[in-house]
């Protein structure tokens, strides 16, 4: 029972501001041309192996300002960015764009997948993804390499201050 | 030629035989790579999709670095390519996040001007070099090697952006595995995400969409050829952590390309691929 009032879609519960703010991010500003055909569904190499993500569900539910079953769990995070409905889309409405907006605005509510805050923590404190130190270095100059560039990690850290993105991520 | 050289976080940390089997084999081909001081993470895939402006800015400031140089840019990881390409394509065609980017630069003292082009090393390959000089080279063809080739998505996604190849129905890297005398193999949805980027949301699903490709692949095919670090990772480690490992060796271009110049396996990093790859020498001619 639970599941099914679960599934249902909310109208009362519509929050229309959220959905302007979709609508207002770029890329994502033909949401409302969608049709329901289900390409991006059927294409899509995750929902064929993850019934809960479902990429044309995603764009409904954001045309019913479904804001919070959207926000929650791991559904906005398992995008692969792979672009398939973005190429195939016959409205142009490109759902991987409409999930890169979602993020954009969970990211604003505080709401980060710990993988992803991880990341960008990296990238902030080292300059790359991955830590890169003497071990690497020993490693990279048996084959044969130059050590690896050393990012000046004070100019990442002042990019990503005065966007405003650290104080989000740190924030999430 | 000269480029300068993008080599992205996967690689440097942790796939030196991507690294030097590119430097190599472009060696080999008359090209020099020259290394980027002060270069970063490109921002990656996953900052496009949490904040444009800082995504656009982190890449810009790896783009200032190679305009002060004067080189246009080779990278080989996908992810990088999509986004060094995006924020260049952008910022030269968008004059208003131009002048807000260039705010952001400003910051640490740089200013994107819009001077180089980005390209990955297989669209180097195929545009500036030439299929016919290439075969012109290869003096050690690999007859006889059937391969897969596994292209990954941001080589040639989004579209729009990329404008390289057909994303529907590529044929560069085909042609550049063709070029080294081995074959490459059409095999059934060779275009499919390795699905790598979400490893650290479903891991299990990565691993499994992994050994699916990598199983069609053993059935056409004698090795798989990734373009990609990201994707390399995926198909190699999928490998590893199964029970019913099918053994596929996943060979990144240039350490094939290389063979067929005549270097050595060993100068081309393959010993460090880890799953055995060494069925390759079979096919060396010459």
């Known amino acids: 029972m639970i599941e099914m009032t679960k599934k249902e879609i909310r109208i009362a519960e ?48 954001v045309a019913y300002g479904q804001k919070e079953r959207l926000l929650e769990g791991d559904t906005l995070w398992l995008c692969t960015g792979c672009y398939t409905c973005y190429e195939r889309c016959p409205e142009q409405v490109k759902v991987s764009e409409i999930i890169s907006a979602l993020r954009k605005i969970a990211l604003k509510e505080g709401v980060l997948h710990p993988t992803f805050r991880a990341i960008m923590k990296s990238i902030a404190e080292m300059g790359y993804i991955y830590e890169i130190d003497d071990f690497q270095n020993e490693m990279r100059e048996d084959e044969d390499l130059p050590p690896a560039p050393e990012p000046d990690v004070d100019e990442i850290e002042a990019i990503m201050r005065k966007t405003g993105f650290l104080d989000l991520v740190e924030g999430s | 030629m000269r480029y300068a050289f993008f ?60 305009e002060k140089m004067g080189l246009d840019i080779v990278t080989i990881c996908n992810g990088c390519t999509e986004a060094l390409t995006k924020a260049n394509r952008t910022l030269k065609e968008n004059p208003e996040l131009r002048k807000e980017i260039n705010e952001v630069l400003a910051e640490v003292g740089r200013e994107f001007k819009g001077t180089v082009e980005v390209k990955h090393f297989v669209r180097m390959l195929k545009e500036d070099i030439g299929l016919d000089k290439i075969k012109a080279t290869v003096d050690h063809p690999l007859e006889g090697l059937k391969v897969g080739a596994h292209y990954g998505c941001h080589m040639l996604k989004p579209s729009d952006v990329m404008l390289f190849d057909d994303p529907e129905a590529p044929t560069t890297l085909d042609e550049l595995i063709d070029a080294t005398g081995a074959e490459s193999i059409a095999y059934p949805n060779r275009l499919e995400c390795c699905t790598g980027p979400i490893m650290g949301v479903r891991e299990d699903v990565t691993w499994s969409v992994g050994l699916e490709k990598v199983e069609t692949v053993k059935k056409y095919a004698d090795i798989m050829v990734t373009a990609c670090p990201f994707c390399y990772l995926t198909y190699e480690r999928c490998q590893l952590v199964s029970d019913h490992s099918p053994g596929v060796p996943v060979v990144h271009y240039p350490q094939l390309l290389g063979l067929a110049l005549g270097l050595d396996y060993e100068e081309l990093g393959l010993p460090s691929n880890k799953i055995d790859a060494s069925c390759v020498l079979d096919y060396l001619e010459g």
């Open chain 1, 14 to 61: 519509a929050d229309s501001d959220f959905r302007r703010k979709v609508l207002e991010t770029p890329g994502a500003e033909n949401l409302m041309l969608c049709y329901q055909c289900g390409t991006c569904t059927a294409d899509c190499p995750v929902a064929m192996r993850i019934e809960e993500f479902r990429p044309r569900q995603i764009a409904r539910l």
């Open chain 2, 7 to 66: 080599v992205g976080c996967t690689a440097l940390a942790r796939l030196w035989g991507y690294e030097t089997s590119t430097r190599k084999t472009a060696e080999k081909l008359g090209v020099e790579l020259v290394d980027m001081p002060g270069s970063s993470c490109c921002g990656t895939t996953y900052l496009e999709t949490l904040d444009e402006v800082t995504a656009l800015a982190m890449a810009a400031r790896n783009i200032c670095i190679a």
